[in-house]
């Protein structure tokens, strides 16, 4: 079964099994969350809402790119500091980000 929790401009659904993925579209950003990290759905959903605005940045120059579906899945580290990888299946582009959970309170804050 499928949890889904909406929010502005991107979804989070809760799968049963332990994993989390977050796919960055043109459309929606869909965020993935296994069970174990139902405690940070918020910062999932912050994390997403970030990753979209800095791969706006970066592929400005790259409208098409910015067409495509980017996916990863991120590993936050004991200083809370997350690491993700986003890949994308047209092309074999990686763009890598790192994330302060500094930066992630202060964007909840302004909500």
Known sequence: MTAVLTAPKFEIRQPANHWTAISIGPARTLVRIGSHHRNAVDDIATLAVILRERL????ADHPKDLERTWSGS??????????????????????????????????QAEW
């Open 56 to 59: 706006g940045e970066d592929l």
């Open 74 to 107: 991120p590993d936050i580290s004991r200083n809370g500091t997350v690491y993700i990888r986003l890949r994308n299946r047209g092309r074999t582009i990686h763009r890598e980000y790192r994330i302060g959970l500094d930066e992630i309170r202060s964007r």
